[in-house]
């Protein structure tokens, strides 16, 4: 949709005329802005903007490709918003053919090239045929009588499963410059493939950047990551591949979204538990970072732009489309090592909050051409917080102020190849000519220091599988630190599959290379590497290796008894703990089903009072306790926990006491354990947070007495979750309950459902009718999760559940309701203070600091906040705090997870591997369910966020928060 490489194929076909029945009202405001309709776009001083086809011809334009003629071929939505399952019954999307001809740059004859389609994320003109990305596969229309209409679908590639909600499966295709086919695959299912060279069989949940010859075969993956959306992908002059994606970085506060340049070997973020597959390569534990950070720009379409129309200063730069901005992003790439450094700036913005750009296209007089899909897109988009199917798109094309119209035609001759795109061509086919002259670039390149060289030499060496170039590609790592190279070097020598260089480099003096020949060899299936060997740098004295070996070591769970003497060996003698607490805590983790590891635990706490253990070992053991206790602990974690409770002061310090009752909460409260968290809990000297973490970590049915009521309803009603959480397990008696029952209209709406638990255990009349009387007269009442209470009222009379479901339909007041909600809410509010918002932002009683990452503080059960100014209107911020079931943020959508004893856990997926999933349910609370516990998991249209909090803030409060929020634009 975006490539300038354009296959060169005549095409005779015949056209259906439409005459340009839409007026387009256009007024030159001055040299850099541009009134078109409803949109003043700005733009660089020298350019114009124009509108170039009508709503009459292609109404909500999503992707576009030109073919070899100059026609533009472009994706047309029906408007729908249902997930694209839905849609696929009903199948309404088509494909538009613009061409202007009489040479004017506008558009104005279009015919229906194809209709009824599924949802589409992608289209490609390509010798002679246009393939059109959807969900969940690529088709490829044909027209082969030349009537102007493709008579022909043949699917050319399917996802192989369902699409999911969001339908990121697939996006693209893409032509490349090596004349084979690229597209995308997101949305973290499993994918089955083969690598059509080496014929080996992957299945993996990873997101992928795939490519194949066009009829099909040889198909690979060159780029893979964690990211929920990968999207478009172009080429610059010497072949190499960029890419725009969505949720791809959160290393820093306000990074989200990007440009990445797909490099060999590379593995992007996010960092997420699909990357932890042992399926998915990886080069190291280090992620590759885009080389554009966009924030929450949500780009789509990128285009190359490799032409002189603009000027000198402009070819070789990439264009963004920003859907959640509103604008084009022109991204300037420059030299830096073996990748670039990218310097973005704004090209086109609008002022209108509907135009939403999903494409942008160099055309071959050197003009740009941006696609604006409208107001339609809400599926999975909270920018678009509003359907707005009437709210059209359009197609323009920006040009230097004063260029004449010429009719757009691909160059006759292509630009003459460099030695890097000769280099890469000769890899990517495969072709033996290529080992001489990529060993001649890398000899070159190693001499002369260029690490572009390097890495394209590596990257053709890779493919061909010269693996007399270990040697060679080992030296690389030699050089100045470069990540991009890195990972590269580490993916070739672990495709060339040559063992025997890097058991040698095992013990070179360099460390990049002993790390790299480490990562190497543990991901050659045959390669042999052994826990010994990656133990005896586990406490190298050199950052690289030893994070090499932890790294390595803690991927395999197998190896925990091999590696338990000589941990224990170091570790019991006093040794500083490899990588610190948080090194030593994922090693444990990775290791912990090993019974010697889990030993070693218990051991590590026991001696902590004889001085024999380092402090930080303390707590690295303490935080993989907590992090990954099996699903029976041993008894000797129990006994070695309540030796700390109940350990001198030395040993009680609130750090340490904190650390010992995160743990305690694994252990579903062992006999040995429950008598010190008791004396904790009820130890008046101490601070109230960590008492109230005892009583939390206290089992089910814990008993009661009126005092330890007393403290804890203090607790709930100063907002403190643990409080509600031991509130829940505990077995309180009938006049307890109505004392419960009391606090509820004061408690905010992240606690009210944390306790409503507490009712199970008494499924009187009495009881019930307390707990919905004081529910009915709660302020947070519209947080009430109706598959909480209902599973509260479970056990209760017939005629409280049914007055149970009476009060839930109260709380339905359907979408024309909430709509009529908001707009009251909308008219109550006064001017907002920035000032005063932070303060609500950051209290106990709004309590959105618990959730919601600003900066470097914060929760991470809800969407960063750190950027939100940037892509959230006032309305939209609006509704997300009064309605954050409307529009569920990606990544933050929650599951709902029923496992083999009927319980459901409502959270969000954290970790979902093999073994089981870690889900967030609030603020500070994880559950860890075992795989084989599991009997279904299913999506949640309920967010995790409760509703409700505009009844516990005045409406002062609320606009001084949206007036905070709006504000808020750091990074940007």
Request: charged share 20%; with cysteine; hydrophobic share 40%.
């Amino acid at each position: 949709m975006t490539s300038i490489f354009l296959s060169a194929r005549s095409a005779n076909l015949l056209w259906m005329g439409l005459s340009l029945a839409t007026a387009l009202s256009t007024t030159s405001l001055s040299a850099a802005t541009r009134q078109i309709g409803a949109h003043t776009f700005t733009l660089p001083e020298g350019f114009q903007i124009e509108a170039v086809a009508t709503t009459d011809q292609v109404a909500r334009p999503v992707n576009g490709s030109l073919d070899d003629r100059g026609r533009l071929y472009v994706t047309d939505s029906n408007g729908s918003t249902e997930p694209p399952a839905t849609q696929a019954k009903n199948p309404q999307w088509r494909v538009v053919r613009l061409e202007d001809t009489d040479g004017d740059g506008r558009y104005d004859r279009s015919v229906v090239f194809a209709d009824k389609l599924p949802m589409l994320q992608g289209i490609l003109w390509h010798q002679g045929s246009v393939y059109v990305g959807g969900t969940p596969a690529i088709w490829k229309l044909t027209d082969a009588d030349g009537d102007g209409r493709a008579e022909r679908r043949d699917e050319w590639w399917n996802v192989g499963h369902p699409s999911t909600h969001c339908g990121n499966e697939v996006h693209g295709p893409y032509a490349g410059p090596d004349g084979l086919i690229y597209w995308t695959k997101g949305a973290f299912e499993p994918v089955r493939w083969t690598n059509g060279f080496t014929g080996t069989v992957h299945q993996d949940k990873a997101s992928h950047i795939f490519r194949a010859r066009p009829d099909g075969s040889a198909m690979e993956s060159v780029m893979t990551g964690g990211m929920d959306n990968p999207v478009d992908v172009v080429f610059n002059a010497d072949g190499e591949a960029f890419f725009t994606s969505t949720f791809i970085d959160f290393s820093q506060p306000g990074f989200r979204d990007g440009v990445g340049h797909a490099s060999f070997g590379a593995v992007f973020g996010k960092a997420n538990s699909v990357l932890e597959d042992r399926a998915v390569f990886r080069p190291g534990p280090t992620l590759a970072h885009p080389i554009a950070q966009l924030g929450a720009a949500a780009p789509s379409g990128l285009a190359a732009y490799d032409h002189t129309a603009f000027g000198a200063g402009y070819s070789g730069n990439l264009f963004a489309a920003a859907f959640n901005l509103r604008k084009i992003s022109r991204i300037q790439l420059e030299r830096e090592g073996s990748s670039f450094r990218a310097k973005d700036s704004d090209f086109v913005v609008s002022s209108s909050i509907d135009f939403h750009p999903t494409d942008v296209l160099a055309d071959a007089d050197g003009s740009v051409l941006i696609l604006d899909t409208g107001g339609w897109y809400k599926l999975c988009c909270p920018s678009s917080q509003l359907w707005k199917a009437d709210v059209l798109g359009g197609v323009y094309r920006v040009t230097k102020t004063g260029a004449s119209h010429q009719r757009p035609k691909p160059p006759t001759a292509a630009a003459p190849e460099s030695e890097l795109a000769r280099v890469r061509r000769l890899g990517d086919q495969r072709d033996p000519a290529g080992i001489p002259a990529a060993m001649a670039l890398l000899d070159q390149s190693l001499k002369s220091g260029r690490r572009d060289g390097q890495l394209t030499a590596i990257t053709a060496l890779a493919r061909l599988r010269h693996t007399a170039a270990a040697p060679a590609i080992l030296r690389t790592l030699e050089g100045p630190e470069d990540e991009a190279l890195r990972m590269a070097a580490t993916a070739a020598l672990a495709d060339l599959r040559d063992t025997s260089p890097l058991r040698t480099a095992l013990s070179h003096a360099n460390p990049r290379v002993q790390a790299a020949a480490l990562h190497a060899l543990e991901q050659i299936p045959s390669g042999g590497l052994r826990a010994e060997e990656v133990g005896v740098v586990l406490f190298s004295d050199r950052p690289e290796s030893r994070d090499a070996a932890l790294w390595v070591a803690q991927r395999h769970a197998d190896w925990g008894d091999a590696l338990a003497g000589s941990l224990r060996q170091r570790l019991m003698a006093g040794t500083p703990p490899p990588g610190g607490r948080e090194g030593l805590s994922s090693l444990l983790s990775g290791l912990m089903s090993s019974p010697a590891v889990q030993g070693l635990v218990a051991d590590v706490l026991t001696t902590v009072t004889t001085a024999q253990v380092h402090p930080e070992t303390r707590q690295g053991a303490l935080s993989a306790m907590a992090q990954q206790a099996p699903k029976n602990p041993p008894e000797s974690w129990s006994r070695a926990l309540s030796a700390l409770l109940e350990a001198p002061s030395a040993s009680n310090q609130p750090e340490t006491l904190s650390s010992v009752l995160r743990a305690a909460r694994t252990l579903n409260g062992q006999p040995a354990l429950r008598e010190a968290l008791q004396k904790i809990a009820r130890a008046q000297a101490l601070p109230a947070p960590l008492r109230l973490s005892a009583f939390a970590a206290l089992p089910g049915g814990w008993s009661a007495n009126d005092t330890d009521l007393a403290f804890l309803l203090t607790g709930l009603r100063d907002r403190q979750g643990s409080a509600a959480e031991a509130l829940s397990k505990a077995a309180l008696e009938p006049h307890h309950l109505d004392q419960v029952a009391s606090a509820l209209p004061e408690i905010g709406p992240l606690e009210l459902n944390r306790v409503l638990p507490a009712f199970e255990r008494q499924p009187s009349a009495r009881a019930g009718q307390s707990l919905l009387t004081a529910l009915g007269q709660s302020k947070a009442r519209t947080a009430v999760r109706p598959e909480t209470l209902r599973a509260t009222l479970k056990g209760y009379p017939a005629e409280i559940r049914a007055q149970g479901d009476r009060f839930l339909e109260t709380l339905d007041t359907g979408l024309a309701g909430r709509r009529k909600r908001l707009e009251k809410i909308r008219s109550e509010l006064p001017a907002g203070d920035v000032r005063r918002g932070q303060a609500v932002f950051n209290s106990p009683k709004a309590a959105c600091i618990q959730c919601h990452r600003l900066g470097y503080q914060g929760g991470d059960v809800g969407p960063e906040l750190t950027s939100i100014g940037t892509v959230r209107s006032a309305d939209d911020l609006l509704e997300a705090i009064v309605e954050p079931s409307a529009s569920l943020v990606r990544s933050y959508e929650p599951v709902s997870i029923t496992t083999r004893d009927g319980e459901e856990r409502l959270g969000i997926l954290r970790r979902d591997d093999a073994r089981g999933v870690t889900l967030i349910t609030g603020p500070g609370s994880t559950v860890q369910i075992d795989r084989a516990d599991i009997t279904a998991v299913t999506p949640s249209t309920v967010s995790l966020m409760p509703a409700g909090l505009d009844e516990q803030i005045t409406r002062q409060e609320l606009a001084d928060l949206i007036e905070f929020l709006k504000n808020t634009r750091w990074g940007r």
